[in-house]
């Protein structure tokens, strides 16, 4: 069991060949932080394992199933769920927050109620638009955006770096004890060596 890809290479349109054949795999429970010098593709590589673009080489493999096939299962969400960078990516900007987490496939709503609770999102804000929510605030719905849906494996590409230092301690905390009862395998992405320390159980350098 794990979130995996091995002899990974991608590049974009006349961009360099990125990774070198790199191999990673993310077991559940881990939570394994991607480091790598600016430009050297960690925002790239959180979009490739949760299947947001596709390799050039190297295939992403979910649990034993390659990831573009479990991710075109009707009905179904994808088992790896992205926390963008920044969080608003995650939402049509027309659509109140409550409705955007309405659409997420396989929704239950006593899952949902226990997220909202765990991540202190007040029920007002989900009749807001994503321009009417602070920072901190957007990337709670977020989180409970992601994780409504029960996924296997989070990939967190910086999620937290724009965020005050106490609303930051918070929501890992959140995250940690979610990850820990739950058992999902995480990758993530951070600048912040105190963060890393904290969080991370293994690191993999690109
Ligand atoms: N959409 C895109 N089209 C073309 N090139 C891109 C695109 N996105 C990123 N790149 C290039 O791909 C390389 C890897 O970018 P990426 O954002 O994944 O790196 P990163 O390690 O996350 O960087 P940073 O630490 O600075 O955020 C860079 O050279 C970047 O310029």
Not at 72 to 81: F, I, K
Not at 125 to 141: K, Q
Not at 162 to 184: F, P, Y
């Amino acid at each position: 069991m794990s979130l995996e890809v091995s002899d990974l290479r991608f590049s974009y349109p006349g961009g360099e060949e990125l990774f070198d054949g790199l191999s990673l795999a993310v077991s559940p429970g881990e939570r394994v932080a991607l480091l790598g010098a600016s430009g050297r593709g960690k925002t790239t590589l959180c979009r490739l394992l949760a299947g947001y673009l596709e390799p050039v080489s190297g295939e992403v493999q979910v649990d034993g199933s390659p990831l573009v096939a479990v991710r075109r299962l009707r009905g179904q969400a994808s088992p790896v769920q992205l926390l963008w960078q920044h969080p608003e990516q995650a939402f049509d900007p027309r659509l109140r927050i409550g409705r955007s987490i309405q659409e997420v496939v396989g929704l239950d709503e006593d899952r949902l109620e226990g997220l909202l609770g765990a991540f202190g999102v007040r029920p007002d804000w989900l009749s807001r638009r994503p321009h009417e929510l602070s920072g901190g605030e957007l990337m709670r719905v977020a989180m409970v955006r992601a994780l409504v849906s029960g996924p296997r494996y989070l990939v967190a590409d910086e999620s937290t770096a724009m965020l005050d230092a106490v609303t930051q301690a918070d929501l890992w905390h959140v995250l940690m004890g979610l990850q820990e009862r739950e058992g999902w395998g995480m990758a993530l992405v951070s600048h912040s060596p105190d963060l890393l320390s904290r969080v991370a159980t293994r690191t993999v350098r690109l």
